[in-house]
């Protein structure tokens, strides 16, 4: 409520990047007003409420590759090729609601069709729905991985025709599919979709118009080809080869040099483990990766799969773990680090004063089993309660 001052206690805060004990937030007007570690008493005009000595209180979660506009069943792409725009506005309704549900309070979508997002983040108040980032259509080649979506531009004039329409529709993200994928019949993982010059050229518009740019890319020789290009994040780098998963060392040193983010799809519901062979190799890479240093962030891809339906976020962050990822850098990845990811690092995935209001509520301690991720007791959005 507007005005209202709100005093949050739990026994533990983290605050984007470190933990503290005896925690408390106050929140007005859909800010942090302030963050005490000290333990002392909530001012006396305050509404108060404590959430135990066992919980946590964390900023909301950010997912940096989401598609809201895709159902998330094993017919996801007939449905966002042929369903009707009201359909599909609802499909995203209901997957921004589930989003919050477990405590992902800020996603950047990656793929829509018809700027979808960017009507539905019209439409809907920020409390029905999470902080949304979103590029629209993405660029694709003719034919190429998700052409469906509306995206396909080649050769330089209409790229950077695609990059102006999309800074002129509100997006703040350019996403392009450097490589190709399964979704797409013809198409291949392993495909490249585009010379480096065009996509220099597309990085350099996207840049001079003030837009972040994300690059899809599954095959080794694709992130060979693009790693030192300077996109702002890579989405998979699954390093795909034609015989099996191959990382290349260089290319990750590179990404790793360059501060790059790295966007990782970690994780699928459980009834969904173990992932089936085929899909297996997605994963292959994904220790070495953890291994050697890159800015992982989250990226679920909800939407594309039943397996990866929108409210699987918090089994990325279980998979982030399992591919070797200490507990405090899963949070940090999933807080300070994917905001910083999509553009929001000064209002989202901390908290602190001044920040939006947008928290999650854990049961248990993540620091003792990740698996705690799963137990939202409570999320507010723009200090508002949603759960
Ligand atoms: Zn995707």
Same mark, same amino acid.
């Given at each position: ?122 439409? %809907?108040? #920020?409390?029905?729905? &999470? =902080?949304?980032?979103?590029?629209? !259509?993405?660029?694709?080649? *003719?034919? +190429? ?118 966007? %990782?799809? #970690?994780?699928?519901? &459980? =009834?969904?483990?173990?992932?089936? !062979?085929?899909?297996?190799? *997605?994963? +292959? ?103």
């Amino acid at each position: 409520m507007r005005g209202e001052l709100l005093a949050l206690k739990a026994g533990h805060v983290f605050d984007g990047a470190r933990v503290g004990p005896s925690g408390m937030l106050l929140v007005e007007d859909g800010m942090i007003l302030d963050v005490d570690f000290t333990g002392s008493e909530p001012p006396f005009e305050a509404t108060t409420l404590d959430f135990g000595p066992d919980a946590w209180l964390l900023p909301g979660f950010v997912d940096a590759h989401v598609h809201l506009c895709w159902d998330g069943t094993k017919d996801a792409v007939a449905h966002v090729t042929s369903d009707d725009r009201e359909t599909l506005l609802d499909v995203a309704r209901e997957n921004a609601a589930r989003s919050l549900d477990v405590g992902v309070t800020t996603v950047r979508d990656l793929g829509d069709r018809d700027y979808l997002t960017l009507e539905l983040r019209d439409r %809907l108040p #920020a409390v029905q729905r &999470p =902080e949304i980032v979103a590029s629209g !259509p993405p660029l694709t080649s *003719r034919g +190429g991985h998700c052409h469906f979506l509306g995206g396909e531009a080649e050769g330089a004039d209409e790229l950077l025709a695609a990059v102006r329409e999309r800074a002129e529709r509100g997006c703040e993200v350019v996403k392009v599919m450097a490589g190709g994928g399964d979704l797409t019949p013809g198409d291949s993982p392993l495909m490249q979709q585009y010379h480096p010059d065009d996509l220099r050229l597309v990085i350099a518009e996207a840049r001079r118009l003030g837009l972040t740019t994300a690059a899809h890319a599954h095959g080794t020789d694709t992130l060979a080809e693009i790693a030192d290009l300077g996109f702002h994040s890579l989405e998979h780098v699954s390093f795909l080869t034609r015989y099996g998963v191959g990382v290349r060392r260089a290319v990750l040193d590179e990404v790793v040099r360059r501060g790059t983010f790295v966007s %990782l799809s #970690a994780g699928v519901f &459980p =009834e969904y483990e173990p992932v089936l !062979p085929e899909e297996a190799a *997605r994963f +292959g890479a994904m220790d070495e990766i953890v291994a050697s240093g890159a800015r992982i962030v989250p990226g679920t891809d909800s939407g594309v799969t039943a397996a990866k339906a929108h409210g699987v976020y918090p089994y990325a962050l279980v998979g982030l773990a399992r591919y070797g990822m200490p507990h405090l850098d899963v949070l940090r990845a999933a807080t300070r680090g994917a905001a910083e990811a999509v553009g929001l690092g000064g209002t989202k995935g901390a908290l602190r004063p001044g920040a939006d209001a947008d928290i999650v509520v854990l049961g248990s301690s993540p620091l003792d089993d990740i698996g705690a991720v799963v137990d939202v007791r409570a999320v507010y959005r723009a200090g508002e309660r949603v759960r």
